[in-house]
């Protein structure tokens, strides 16, 4: 196995990447076309703030990183609901004391991952280097410098983690090497913030706050500066659309009309909903992931979801470590990306359907009563039959040890047994034995 790899784009899994193989004695040329973050300020891209859960700390604690991270989280309990002339509610995520998930600002993330990376003498840090094409058959990789000189540089073995619009990944379609399929959504997002309120956040900042509308909806997540991010997911076009909110009157209206407890908290609304991009999502679906032992897809490269479940990031971290757990086994690069797609697709498969389904579950199913009587009653089954029964969310974000293939195919069964238990309009108390009998029927040991 050549001991030199390439990583293209330093991003949160190529920053993360990097570390792990310098720590298996490695030596990592890392390419990223921004300049070094710990140098200049942050661009204004996607997201300032992620949800990172159970996964992704499984990977930064297996690191060793974690005790440089965890002083930028904020805990969030629950999804803290606001309806319309009624005070908020908070639904908790889960019913132990750890069963939250953390908002984390990405530039910081992403920093402390570059300077973690850029301790070991393995890693060489190369900023302003932009990947502008892939040629497998010349085992060759292009690049752009910050001056605009262009260079090629040996392909094999690379990994690239160039992210949702890898470059890498159209270059290798577009030769017929890979076939890729992008799903977009027809609603878009904008982000927007709600500043400090007397130096202390506006709203309680242990909770991710949703405002759903069923067609669309807000949230905010915590930062650490006391501030929020919010996001707005909305048609694309149609009568109520960001193509109908070009005017800031409309704007104001919108939000006034839709949102009136959050436009005291937005003093800068329409000119920061004029400033900010507005940004698409989408699935992206590639296979295969890999040319041979030459290169391989990592992350939103290979698997870009929408991130209405907070698992975009959670899964390319995810990625990194099973690579990196791969290594031991396999004496050449090509098995061993074949093995790591033959292993993770079906994961990626069904996180990138949960992601989409959720959509629906935040902006409106939080609304529906029946919905919120059976995550009770999912709760309670969780109580009464540990280890057995666990709601599918839960599943997802705070059980690692379940791969995202195994939440999907036990989430339906367990839907279908919250239907069948959910009968009456008040299904309490829960019919335990027939309960059991459904569940020891249906639902396989863990
Ligand atoms: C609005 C929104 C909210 C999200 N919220 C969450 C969340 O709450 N939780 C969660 O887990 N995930 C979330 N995600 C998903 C998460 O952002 C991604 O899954 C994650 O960033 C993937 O990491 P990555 O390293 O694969 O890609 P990225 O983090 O995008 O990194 C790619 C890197 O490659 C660099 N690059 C790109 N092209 C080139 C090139 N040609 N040459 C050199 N370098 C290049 C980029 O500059 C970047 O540094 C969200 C995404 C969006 C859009």
Redesign the pocket.
Known sequence: MRQSVNI????????LLAVQLAQRGFSVQL????PDPRSSVAERG??I?????SR?IRALESTGVMDRIRPLLIPMRGRMIHEPGVPPTLQPYGQKADEVIYSVA?AEL?RVLIEEAARHPAVTLRFG????GIQPERDVLR?RDAQGGEYELALSPTLA????????RNALAASGHLKVREEWLDHD?K?LSFPPARGRHALDPHALHIWPRVGFMLIA?PNTDASFTA?LFLMRSGPLSFASLTRPEAVAQFFRSEFPDAVPLLPELTREFDAHPT?Q?GTVHAAPWRVGGQVLL????AH??V?FH???????FEDCTLLESLLDSHGDWKTLFEAFEQLRRADAEAIARMAVENYAEMRAAVLDPGFVRRRALALELERQFPGRFIPRYAMVMFHPEISYGEALRRGVIQEQILLELDTAADATPVDLARAAALINSRLPAL
């Open positions: 293209v784009g330093a991003g949160l899994a190529g920053a390419f990223e076309r921004r996607r997201s703030n992620l949800a990172l859960a992704g990405r992403n280097q932009t990947c502008v690049f983690t160039d992210g949702a619009g890898s470059v890498i997002y982000e997540l996001t940004g999502l990592l992350g939103d490269a870009a979801i991130p907070g698992q975009g990031m959670n899964a390319a």
